[in-house]
């Protein structure tokens, strides 16, 4: 890891996400007209500072993953901007570079490759601007793990071979480096050497989420989107595994954007934690701010749930009605009223802004809009 | 698993690990089977699968290593001697009546003789028919001049024409009150009383004087009062024939002269006249000739050598350029004419034996003074009417088409002479290789297709897909026919012409493939696995390649065992209705177009058919199994 970028990106956060939305239309059965969108990521902003992990938690359905696939461009973008600092732009080619600029940058920054890269680090680099091709240059830098490490390992081609195939086709490494360099990052993610001719189906589950996390870590990302890594684990693995990303960011200085619907294992991984519901943003705080100090009703919901190992513990849960509504029709107004205790009559008619309420604590709710409500 | 594999196992592990302790229950003790072993392990659990490889193994080695032990190549054309029925011989009965004129006679009796002549043959049927006895041996035949002639028998095959003894003795001119009578040269004059008699007998017609009778005959051309007398004269000296007319032709024993006499109508002529008049000699040109008869066949000899012997009729050799020795044919004669005595014999086939010459290659063969070597032969002659055809088992080095399987051909030959099991293992080469060919070409346009219809989707696979639609819709044989009798038309040479069939049979056959590669493909590509090489950033054709392709190769390997059966009965079934590969490269197809000719062929030369049916049975069959066998091994859901 090159420390001197790293150091110059430390105060602008490394991802910015602006206004992003992912709408999956619905089309008829016959004509194929498009007749409606879900809307499985509905206009969510957010930063992310380097060496940091984001905590990304919300009920089934609510477009964590959606997002973070869509924030690698693993999904079309409909709308928004997702802004990356500190990537290796220098592969790109200065055609490729002069396209991701925005429209009202063109004209100002000079078409050389110095002069574009420092309006880069500068400004970020739009994900949603770039082509296939130099998207494909950069993917290296932004990975991703999945929840199933089944089916996100091809069954016909030995681990080795999973985890080195990029590696080689994005020459990471030189190449007599390479197989000592496969071998070293399967080590570190707790894989023997003798695994690499073997094929997957020979693993047990953990095994194979770490498979899954070498094949990330080996490209040397800078920014990895954990998605659920550990819902699929027992308890004990999951342990193992959320350990070994900790340790990977220590020792490394990833970016991680960590989307579970497990709350303790996000308390115990993040240092900033976003609440999801219904393709929106609706809280997002540090770690100890949130689960101290719980804002949207919502949030207070959800960690009211969280299980206490404690027979004696009287739990004062707060029981959600109804169910999530369905995303391709979200209610009017705020998305959580219907389910809300606290609703108001301005929460059935206003969609609440997604606002700072307190230094680095933003909230999406009504009831926290001073000058509105006094 | 026994003691020793685990041993070696955990052996193998330390040597190439050998800092890490292996615990109980390490993962790296467990024996786990790559998938290609387990595929293979269920494989070889499947008797039917089992079977059709060794019958695959077993063909293999038969088509591609058997020739390289057999002695024969595939173009190799067998030659030898063997027996066989040869027409030998021609002989034919003589039924018309030739003449043959005295050389004495001068040109304007001859013109003057033509009508006699040309009633010649109806005369002698009339005599045949006739029940008098004077009129079998005799017949007058009227000239167109009113002259009479007699026809006279001298032998059952042999008539002459002389003079007749009822002549004119002399002209006479006058009416009822008067006339004159001229008497012509050679006839004394018997005056006054005999014309009155004439005159008297004018209108009866005939009378009689001195104890003659004489005709009263009114002159054709003459006038009113012309008339001819007409009388009874009786012979005197040696009779004059004009001609003699006959059945039989003279044979000639071998001489160096015959056929200076065979030319010779004098010379016939004076033999008939001799041998048909009784005479036991007679001369012509200086040379004394004799006549005997020997078994009712007059023979002619010279200088005490037999010469030639008369017989109605003639024989001639099947081959132009040899001619037949005299035994034979007077033996061939003994024969045919004891058939054509006998009505009944028509059609029938009698067998005698005579000397004839060794024949090799239908050639005489020489001793070696240059004599022609006889040996006792049987010969058959068969009657048809008039046509007798002579035969017999000669010996002939030829192709040797169709030889029953034996010592030196274990299958036989087939139509052209070629060793039928040689043709087998090269036709083996050819219909597997075509096999092979047909289905890779099939396999490479196939995965491509559809694993660009399924990778990308959309437009393309609509338009991939309606494509296939059509392919599937083109009816693949009449094509294949219609490009065959293309190709008879362009006359490719038959490489260039195996080239464009497999091409052609590839490029039909694809659709299949594609629909198949491109279901999978469909639901592979949803598979998290390929967002993760897409998130990788791995270029498109190495997703495609390198991730979905080797998932959907199980279900390749099967389609393309299971296609190469049915490219084998397409291949031998064009090359059968002889559209497909042609002479002289064998294939299993070709070559059982070798017994289609007549519907006998089949029961007759099984040994050619039944071989290739049971291989291209067997080869599709053991295709089939092993396709069955690798699917089932393929399948996941099986027990191991």
Not at chain 1, 35 to 41: E, H, L, Q, R
Not at chain 1, 79 to 101: D, F, H, M, N, W
Not at chain 2, 487 to 516: H, K, P, S, T
Request: hydrophobic share 40%.
């Amino acid at each position: 890891m090159n420390s001197n970028t790293f150091g110059n990106t430390m105060d602008k956060p490394i991802v910015e996400v602006r206004g992003l939305k992912k709408y999956f239309p619905i089309k008829s059965s016959f004509f194929k007209v498009t007749v409606g969108n879900v809307k499985a990521v509905d206009d969510v902003s957010f930063d992310i500072k380097a060496g940091t992990t984001l905590g990304v938690v919300g009920e089934s359905g609510c477009g964590k993953t959606t997002m973070g696939r869509t924030m690698l461009r693993l999904y079309p973008i409909t709308e928004g901007e997702v802004l990356y600092r500190g990537l290796s732009l220098e592969k790109l080619t200065v055609p490729q570079l002069k396209k991701a600029l925005p429209d009202e940058a063109k004209n100002t920054v000079a078409p050389t490759k110095e002069a574009l890269l420092a309006y880069f680090e500068e400004n970020g680099i739009d994900i949603n601007r770039l082509s296939n091709n130099a998207l494909n240059k950069l993917r290296p830098d932004i990975q991703i793990i999945f929840q199933d490490p089944y089916s996100s390992l091809s069954p016909r081609l030995p681990i080795g071979e999973i985890i080195g195939e990029a590696v080689r086709e994005h020459k990471i490494v030189p190449k007599e480096e390479f197989d000592e360099y496969i071998s070293s990052i399967m080590k570190a993610c707790g894989l023997q050497e003798y695994h690499k001719d073997r094929y997957p189906h020979e693993f047990s589950g953990g095994q194979r989420q770490r498979i899954c996390i070498a094949r990330a870590l080996a490209m040397k990302p800078k920014v990895v989107v954990c998605d659920e890594p550990v819902s699929a684990l027992d308890v004990s693995i999951q342990a193992q595994i959320i350990n070994l990303l900790k340790d990977l960011q220590k020792e490394r200085g990833l970016t991680y954007i960590f989307i579970s619907h497990d709350l303790s294992v996000v308390q115990h991984i993040s240092d900033e934690v976003a609440v999801m519901y219904l393709g929106s943003m609706v809280e997002k705080a540090s770690k100890d701010n949130l689960f101290e100090n719980p804002l949207h009703p919502y949030t207070k919901a959800l960690l009211s749930a969280i299980p206490v190992p404690d027979p004696d513990v009287k739990m004062n849960r707060i029981v959600l009605d109804g169910d999530l509504p369905s995303p391709a029709n979200p209610p009017k107004g705020c998305k959580f009223h219907t389910r809300c205790a606290q609703c108001f009559e301005r929460c059935k008619n206003e969609a609440p802004e997604f606002r700072e309420y307190e230094p680095g604590h933003f909230v999406a709710c009504h009831l926290y809009d001073k000058q509105e409500n006094e | 698993m026994s003691n020793n594999k685990l041993d070696e196992n955990v052996k193998a592990n330390e040597s190439s690990n050998k800092e890490t302790k292996m615990t109980l229950d390490d993962a790296a003790r467990v024996k786990v089977l790559s998938p290609a072993r387990l595929v293979f392990k269920r494989f070889i659990r499947n008797k039917l699968a089992i079977f059709g490889t060794c019958v695959l193994v077993v063909l293999f080695l038969f088509c591609f290593v058997g020739p390289l032990f057999y002695p024969y190549g595939q173009t190799d054309i067998f030659y030898g001697w063997r027996e066989q029925n040869d027409d030998y011989a021609y002989a034919q009965i003589r039924s018309e009546y030739v003449n043959y004129w005295n050389p004495d006679i001068d040109q304007d009796t001859k013109k003057s003789l033509s009508f006699v002549e040309r009633n010649v043959n109806s005369t002698i049927l009339k005599m045949l028919a006739s029940e008098n006895e004077e009129e079998q041996n005799s017949y007058e035949i009227v000239s167109e001049d009113g002259i009479y002639y007699n026809l006279v028998k001298l032998s059952d095959d042999a008539y002459a024409l002389k003079d007749s003894t009822y002549v004119v003795v002399a002209d006479f001119f006058g009416n009822a009150i008067k006339g004159v009578a001229t008497f012509r040269d050679g006839f004394e004059d018997l005056g006054e009383e005999f014309n009155a008699a004439a005159t008297a007998a004018i209108k009866t017609g005939s009378f009689e004087f001195n104890g003659k009778k004489y005709d009263i005959v009114k002159d054709k051309n003459g006038t009113k009062q012309d008339y001819d007398i007409y009388c009874d004269t009786a012979a005197e000296g040696e009779t004059k024939y004009y001609f003699v007319s006959t059945i039989v032709t003279p044979t000639f024993y071998k001489t160096d002269d015959f056929t200076k006499y065979n030319k010779d109508s004098a010379f016939k002529y004076t033999a008939y006249a001799a041998t048909f008049t009784g005479k036991t000699e007679f001369t012509y040109d200086n040379v004394t000739f004799g006549v005997k008869l020997e078994d009712g066949t007059p023979i002619i000899s010279r200088n005490g050598e037999d010469f030639a012997f008369l017989a109605p009729f003639t024989a001639s050799s099947s081959d132009t350029a040899t001619a037949l020795n005299i035994e034979f044919q007077l033996a061939l004669e003994k024969a045919v004419l004891e058939m054509a005595g006998n009505a009944a014999a028509v059609g029938t086939e009698v067998s005698f034996n005579a000397l004839a010459p060794k024949l090799e290659e239908g050639k005489p063969v020489l001793d070696e003074n240059g004599n022609v070597v006889l040996q006792d032969t049987e010969f058959v002659v068969k009657r048809e009417q008039n046509d007798y055809t002579v035969w017999c088992i000669s010996s002939i080095y030829k192709i040797l088409i169709y030889e029953a399987p034996n010592s030196e051909h274990i299958l036989g030959t087939d139509a052209n002479g070629m060793d039928v099991l040689a043709r087998i293992m090269f036709g083996g080469r050819i219909s597997l290789m075509v096999g092979f060919i047909v289905v890779f070409i099939e396999m490479i346009i196939g995965v491509i297709m559809g694993g660009i219809a399924g990778y990308f989707g959309g437009w393309v696979d609509n338009i991939i897909m309606r494509l296939v639609d059509v392919f599937y819709c083109i009816p693949s044989m009449p094509i294949l026919i219609i490009t065959g009798a293309l190709f008879d038309e362009l006359n490719l040479d038959y490489r260039e012409r195996l080239v464009w069939m497999m091409a052609i049979l590839g490029f039909l056959g694809w659709a299949g493939v594609a629909r198949m590669v491109r279901g999978q493909i469909l639901s592979l590509r949803e598979q998290e696995f390929m967002v993760a090489a897409e998130a990788s950033g791995l270029s498109t054709s190495r997703r495609i390649f390198r991730h979905l392709v080797p998932n959907v190769m199980p279900q390749l390997i099967v389609q393309a065992t299971m296609g190469l059966g049915s490219v084998i009965i397409t291949e031998s079934t064009l090359s059968f209705l002889g559209l497909g590969v042609k002479h002289p490269l064998a294939t299993w197809g070709n070559m059982m177009n070798n017994i289609t000719q007549k519907v006998e062929y089949l029961t007759a030369y099984a040994y050619i058919w039944v071989p290739i049916g049971c291989l291209i049975c067997l080869a599709v069959i053991a295709f089939n199994f092993v396709g069955d066998g690798l699917r089932d091994a393929f399948d996941p859901k099986m027990k191991r």
